[in-house]
Every structure is written in structure tokens, then in C-alpha cells.
């Protein structure tokens, strides 16, 4: 992998996978990968592939509504982060999501919901976009240098 | 994934080991559902070598320790690693289920609320 960075933004690396435990296996490997060249920190580290995990199940658990489709992840190196995309074509994410700041259940003991919450608290930044009939996509920054 | 248990007296202690993600969260549930079954009145979960959790991870830890408080039992954490604890702090959970910077720690501080242990 050639990591020699122009002022563009690059392509590192991407991945097309099911959205199942397969797919999630697959993409936890080439997420590994890539942070391993990236991060130094081994908190951040696990801080990066947590995030990724979180997006990911999402898709596997809300985008296909119990089918199976696909999820194109794909890894960017800038100047000042490491960008992951994680795009499914499914039904899409409610607006309160792409709206606002996930934000955590009034319930502290909810079993769940709390995902892209922790993601939005890990990350440097994070963009959530909604295409309607056309999923979603996720976009996680990571600043470099950690 | 392994979870251990084993009873000293009145409490339980529950060791965790390796991961707990995606891959492994329902197995993880069932384990700890099962474990926190029994007479013991305090349970002491040791995430000493839990190295990665995810919010379903997070989600087990939360059923198991309503659960517990339902059946008027007492669960507690203790030696979280950096990257767990954090999920603790911005989920706000360790303001809701105690968290003890030892298991040696929690067993002191325990026993001497319950003299019957």
C-alpha cells in the first residue's frame, strides 16, 4: 500500500462485503490493516475500529430490514485525516439521525441505541447522510497523528 | 470470548476474557444471563482482561445488571481497562453501576457492607 500523500485527498483502500457476519469479518481484517499503518496509539486504535464495528452493524441490522445487501466501505487518507465511508443502499436512517447530534435514550439502562452516540463521542467528526431509496451513508474522521 | 465464575461465599465473581463484539455479543448474553443466576448476593464482574467491548457488549452488562436488580442482587464492575471505562464515562453508565478499581478492591470494600459474607 503506497500511504506517499499528496495534498489530495486518496483512496486507500476499498471494499465491497455482505452485509452478514462474513462481510463483518472481511472488513474488520482491512480495518485492522489500515489502522495499524495509521495509528500509533493503541486506544485510538481500538477507538477506530470500535467505530467502524458500530456503523456496520447498523447497516447489517436496520439497512436490508432482515435481507442481506451490500455495504461499500472505503478508507481516505488527507492531509489531516483518515476518513471511512461506510455506505449501504437500504431503506435509509430517519431524519432525526441525519438532523441532528445522536444523542443518548433518557433511559441510561436501554439495552441498546446507544451506537452511533459513542461513535459521534470516538470520532473527530462525523457526517451522516440519508438518500432516500438509496441508504445510507456514514462518513467517520479520524485525525492523524495519534 | 471466555467468561469464568466462580462463588466465594455470598458473592459470585464473573472474569471476562478477550473481546466481546458483534461476532460473539449473543453468546457473551447467554453467558452472563446464566451466571448471574444463583444465591450469591453480590456479583462482581472483572473486566481486568476484557480488551474490546462494543454497545452490544455494553447492552449484555446493562441487561445483566438490571436483571440482577431485579432479583435484589448487587452487580459491580472492576478493573476496566482505559478504552472500556471510557465507554462507561460518555454513556453514563458508570454513574449508575459501580465500578471498582480492583476486584481485590471491591471484595474489601463489599464485604464490610454485608457482615454476613
Redo the contacts between chains.
Keep these: 500500500m503506497n500511504l506517499k500523500l499528496s495534498k489530495e485527498e486518496i483512496v486507500l483502500q476499498e471494499v465491497i462485503v455482505e452485509s452478514n457476519?462474513d462481510g463483518?469479518?472481511s472488513m474488520k481484517q482491512t480495518s485492522r490493516q489500515i489502522g495499524n499503518l495509521i495509528f500509533k496509539d493503541e486506544?485510538k486504535f481500538?477507538?477506530y475500529?470500535?467505530c467502524i464495528?458500530?456503523v456496520?452493524?447498523n447497516c447489517?441490522a436496520h439497512a436490508y430490514e432482515g435481507e442481506y445487501g451490500n455495504i461499500d466501505i472505503k478508507y481516505y487518507l488527507n492531509e489531516e485525516y483518515l476518513k471511512v465511508s461506510i455506505k449501504d443502499s437500504g431503506v435509509g436512517i430517519p431524519t432525526k439521525y441525519t438532523e441532528e447530534t445522536p444523542k443518548?435514550s433518557d433511559d441510561?439502562?436501554?439495552?441498546?441505541g446507544?451506537?452511533l452516540?459513542?461513535v459521534n463521542?470516538?470520532c473527530d467528526k462525523l457526517i451522516i447522510k440519508s438518500n432516500e431509496n438509496d441508504g445510507t451513508e456514514v462518513i467517520i474522521y479520524f485525525k492523524k497523528g495519534w | 470470548m471466555l467468561v469464568e465464575a466462580l462463588t466465594q461465599g455470598k458473592m459470585k465473581l464473573i472474569n471476562v476474557f478477550g473481546e466481546v463484539g458483534f461476532e460473539n455479543h449473543s453468546e457473551f448474553k447467554e453467558s452472563m444471563l446464566r451466571n448471574i443466576q444463583g444465591d450469591e448476593s453480590i456479583i462482581i464482574v472483572d473486566m481486568k482482561n476484557l480488551t474490546y467491548l462494543n454497545s452490544m457488549g455494553l447492552g449484555v452488562i446493562v441487561k445483566a445488571y438490571s436483571e440482577s436488580k431485579k432479583q435484589g442482587k448487587e452487580l459491580v464492575l472492576s478493573s476496566l481497562q482505559d478504552n472500556i471505562k471510557k465507554l462507561f464515562t460518555i454513556t453514563k453508565l458508570g454513574r449508575i453501576i459501580s465500578i471498582y478499581k480492583s476486584k481485590e478492591e471491591a471484595i474489601e470494600l463489599l464485604s464490610k457492607q454485608d457482615v454476613n459474607i
Design positions: 457476519l463483518f469479518t486506544e481500538k477507538e475500529l470500535l464495528d458500530e456496520f452493524y447489517i443518548l441510561l439502562l436501554a439495552e441498546s446507544r451506537g452516540f459513542i463521542n470516538m
